[in-house]
């Protein structure tokens, strides 16, 4: 994964913001043109993350606190750039969205989208997810060391199981672990074992893990949200904004990081520049180390669904 990017930002000459100078987020006084500059900036790095997945977009128009617009499917006419794919691909519904270019992901930012999200699927293979997303999701009262620990014992058991595992920042509270694996299942199968993972740390570590989501469940504990491998579920993408105070974006990490990061959100659209250098570098060799389920499904004595 290359580390480049739009070296300061500048958009092309005949792009155009609407309401550039609208504050979008109060708490950092970000304002609209602030973060289609930062897409711009940002672009090729993320565009490696986006290419071939559908994706989800988030439309804040009135900001950080506002109504939120959770969209998967639009008129690509309106940002171009933005694709629509295959029909096909998702029957009974109209076409899912893919960015396609840096030209649709500063199209959506002017229409007003945050955030953005990818599937566990390329497009080109849809019915076999390519990868595994574990989001850990601290309930209340969990300090950051907790989580910090929580992608530790997360990794050390993807490990025992023969799983590669890669790490982001959630832009938020939490941390993202990434497994990269190969299209061979079907998102029933995939889903089902992601969540025997969840369930055995649950089952080994109950004093840190739960297997069932909700506010309740999680007080003092953390939810490894594996609903994330399902079917239409999607995951904010590597270097996409959140529509959440300080505008926190997710950044690729390197394991060996994990000991120094303060929080989920530690970089934001205004102090990117100083993750700019290190860009993609953590992830390098994703894709090659992608590793098929099979043994794995074996030393967890998981059975996939009939």
């Known amino acids: 994964m290359q580390n480049t990017s739009t070296p300061d930002g500048a958009l092309p000459a005949s792009f155009r913001v609407s309401h550039a100078d609208r504050v979008i987020d109060r708490d950092s006084g970000a304002r609209k043109i602030d973060l289609v500059r930062y897409y711009a900036l940002v672009g090729k790095l993320m565009l490696v993350h986006l290419r071939g997945r559908p994706v989800s977009l988030v439309r804040a128009p009135a900001g950080v606190g506002g109504e939120l617009f959770f969209q998967k499917h639009a ?58 997303v574990f989001d850990l999701d601290p309930g209340k009262g969990v300090a950051w060391p907790a989580i910090r620990e929580a992608a530790v014992l997360l990794r050390a058991f993807l490990t025992q199981l023969g799983l590669p595992a890669f790490l982001k920042t ?15 299942h079907d998102w029933e199968t995939v889903k089902a074992f992601s969540q025997a993972i ?27 949200d594996y609903l994330r491998n399902g079917r239409g579920a999607t995951t904010v993408c590597a270097w996409s904004a959140r529509t959440r105070s300080g505008l926190g974006i997710s950044v690729p990490l390197a394991w060996e990081e994990l000991d120094q990061l303060k929080a989920g959100d530690q970089w934001n659209v205004g102090n990117v520049h100083s993750r700019l250098d290190m860009g993609n570098a953590p992830w390098n060799g994703y894709a090659r180390s992608a590793k098929g389920l099979d043994a794995a499904m074996k030393k967890l004595a998981f059975s996939p669904p009939a």
Do not use: C
């Open 75 to 132: 008129e690509s006419s309106a940002m171009p750039g933005v694709k629509q794919l295959d029909a096909r691909l998702d029957p009974g519904h109209p076409p899912m969205l893919a960015v396609a270019s840096l030209q649709g992901l500063l199209a959506a930012a002017q229409w007003n989208v945050v955030e953005f999200h990818t599937q566990n699927a390329l497009a080109s293979a849809y019915d076999t997810p390519n990868r595994l």
């Open 198 to 224: 969840v369930a055995h740390m649950a089952q080994h570590i109950p004093t840190r893990f739960v297997v069932k989501s909700g506010p309740a469940n999680r007080v003092d504990k953390i939810f490894i």
């Open 170 to 184: 959630s832009g938020g509270k939490g941390l993202h672990v990434v497994v990269p694996i190969r299209p061979q």
